[in-house]
């Protein structure tokens, strides 16, 4: 971490447009797109179909306007959510033996915003014409918490399936049949299924309505406990819940018809973060002896922040703007976010500026989706550095509108959350805030630094006497023994065990809370990730970050600290933060 007070010195912002990280025509060789078509509109969730011919183990990674989708074996059908607007996507073959690129193929499409189909004559009965079948559920049924959906067609041409539910589109599948098990909310339902062809066309369809009641208790049942029914819940969601059967079983725990993950035991109590809005979660207690849903429950409750400006609280400092557009290392103060890629970062030996920065602000609307989401309010902040020849690091901070005034403020959180696209890039990833009060600068500087042994590391704070890192893992440095605190490139994965959908974005929670001392010098209190509390309560032998002339402003900060990985495959270091929000008192 560079010891620069950014209001004051460096806050600069290289205005670079994004990094067209592969090229935006497919470019052949034995990797093919079969959808999404090139030059095609897409309507809500994007159906995905790709495979690879190689002669070597190899998998596929998936891209989409230069942000990793996920890691798939030799072939992949999937449906993925992806923001309106234009898209490039590229499919890779990606050699298993050393990370080489074997082959990639690329295509460009837009997605728009999904459109109901009309509703069927019928509901009740297969499209003689189309040859469309719903066997499950069944028409004028009541269903009791999950519903199980079985579908088929049989058509003369290549085909894929889509499902509708009361106006909203559940999903595509590539397959002449589908199987499976969905989570709605309680209500009348009317669900359409229609095979639609290659080119777009509505080759046949088939309409059931039904009513979804309350979750059904099998032999034991399936009891949620939080969220209870009608709550409010922070993105952040605790789900808590525990099955009682006469035979062996595992949980499921499904969210909006996404599967969530699964337990390998029979109660579930961790956290699973989620976007703003409406819910419907269902967990299911599945028979370990042959896969088959013994009973489950479903609870309907909200998302929502807990966040409200005022003398003590600063909310959402992600959302203040950018300003990419300077090209001095000196620019003026200004309440925005802005880069300092000035000077080369001090990680190894022989450090350099990171080749490029992005600074980017992200609007997804008011209805972020469950899956593939880059917020989850709406708004984000993304910051990207493509790292050096050697070690490079790039500083992002965003000046609060508001200051403490008078009043020097002891007691600070700093609450955010984190999407990390990929945490296998060698970096530290630190997330930061600063204070300048009483004439004395304060720096709560933290950072996970999981580049050191292969992923697995420390939480690190910042020494401002020596003007480097304690990194909190039991061993004795500076004359000080901390205590231990890892920090794992597993935490930041995408995103829970045993969700079974790796297009799910893997956002993370994390709040620290730290006490300024009457010297300017800090005591780091506790650390929370994804909802599970550690007491640090260390205070390095330091001193205050320096005297400043400024009075009660302060700001939250995020670099990125990235050492370029021996096979060049993680060149890219970047983040997502949403929701960042300071709370400071007396």
């Known amino acids: 971490m560079r010891s620069i007070y950014l209001s004051h010195l460096r806050a600069l912002v290289i205005g670079l447009c994004p990094l067209a990280f592969f ?3 497919a470019f052949g060789g034995s990797v093919a797109v079969a959808s999404p078509r090139a030059g095609s509109t897409v309507s809500g969730a994007v159906p995905i179909s790709a495979s690879a ?10 891209w989409d306007n ?6 798939f074996p030799g072939s992949v059908n999937t449906t993925v959510a992806l923001p309106q607007g234009g898209q490039n996507m590229t499919v890779m073959a990606v050699s298993n033996n050393n990370g080489a690129v074997l082959n990639q193929s690329g295509v460009n499409f837009t997605v728009k915003a999904a459109t109901a189909p009309a509703p069927p004559a019928s509901p009740s009965s297969p499209s003689a014409a ?3 079948g719903i066997s499950s559920p069944h028409a004028g049924s009541t269903v009791s ?3 199980p959906i079985s579908v088929s067609a049989n058509e003369n041409t290549p085909f894929h399936l889509e499902l509708w539910d009361n106006g909203r589109k559940l999903g595509d599948y590539f397959s002449t049949s589908v199987n499976t098990t969905m989570a709605m909310p309680q209500g009348g339902h009317n669900m359409t299924a229609i095979a639609v062809a290659n080119n777009g066309s509505v080759l046949g369809k088939s309409g059931v309505t039904f009513n979804v009641g309350a979750g059904s208790k099998g032999s034991g049942g399936v009891n949620i406990s939080s969220p209870t029914p009608g709550s409010t819940s922070i993105s ?3 789900i808590a819940a525990s099955a009682n059967e006469n035979t062996s079983v595992h949980l499921e725990m499904w969210d909006n018809g996404y599967k ?9 109590n961790g956290v699973y973060v989620l976007p703003n809005g409406p819910h419907v979660l269902t967990v299911q207690a599945i028979d370990n002896n042959n896969g088959s849903m013994i009973s489950d429950s479903t609870v309907n409750y909200n998302v929502a922040e807990n966040c409200s400006n005022s003398n003590n609280q600063t909310c959402n400092l992600d959302q203040i703007g950018v300003d990419d557009t300077q090209h001095n290392c000196n620019p003026p103060i200004e309440t925005r976010w802005v880069a300092n890629p000035c000077g080369p970062g001090i990680q190894g030996v022989n450090p350099t500026d990171p080749q490029s920065t992005l600074l980017q602000a992200v609007d997804e609307g008011n209805n972020p989706p469950n899956q593939g989401s880059h917020t989850l309010n709406g708004r984000s902040l993304h910051v990207q550095e493509v790292q050096g020849y050697n070690p490079s690091n790039v500083l992002f901070r965003g000046q609060s509108p508001a200051t403490t005034g008078g009043t020097i403020d002891s007691h600070w959180t700093l609450d955010q959350y984190v999407y990390l696209p990929d945490p296998a890039a060698h970096q530290a990833f630190e997330m930061d805030a600063q204070y300048t009060a009483g004439g004395i600068w304060t720096k709560f500087y933290t950072e996970c630094a999981f580049n050191q042994n292969n992923g697995t590391g420390f939480w690190g704070v910042f020494d401002s006497e020596t003007g480097g890192w304690i990194f909190l893992n039991g061993k004795s440095q500076h004359g000080q023994t901390p205590p231990v605190v890892p920090c794992n490139r597993s935490q930041f994965s995408q995103p829970w065990a045993g969700s079974g959908d790796p297009s799910f974005t893997g956002w993370h929670h994390i709040a620290w809370t730290f006490y300024r001392n009457g010297d300017g010098t800090v005591t780091f209190q506790t650390l929370t990730f994804d909802g599970t509390t550690t007491q640090v309560n260390f205070h390095p032998n330091s001193k205050s970050g320096g005297n400043v002339n400024d009075y009660g402003n302060f700001s939250s900060l995020i670099q990125l600290d990235g050492i370029v990985n021996h096979d060049r495959q993680h060149d890219v270091v970047d983040a997502y933060v949403s929701e960042i929000n300071l709370t400071h008192t007396p």
Do not use: Q, Y
């Not at 011919?53 to 998936?62: D, Q, S």
């Not at 993950?261 to 109660?267: D, H, I, K, L, P």
């Open 53 to 62: 011919n190689e002669n070597t183990p190899f998998h596929l990674e998936i």
């Open 260 to 268: 969530l993950g699964s337990v390998s035991a029979g109660n579930v």
């Open 23 to 25: 090229a935006s025509s």
């Open 145 to 147: 918490g999950s519903v």
């Open 66 to 71: 230069d942000r990793k989708l996920g890691n």
């Open 236 to 238: 952040a969601v605790r």
């Open 130 to 132: 189309g040859g469309v």
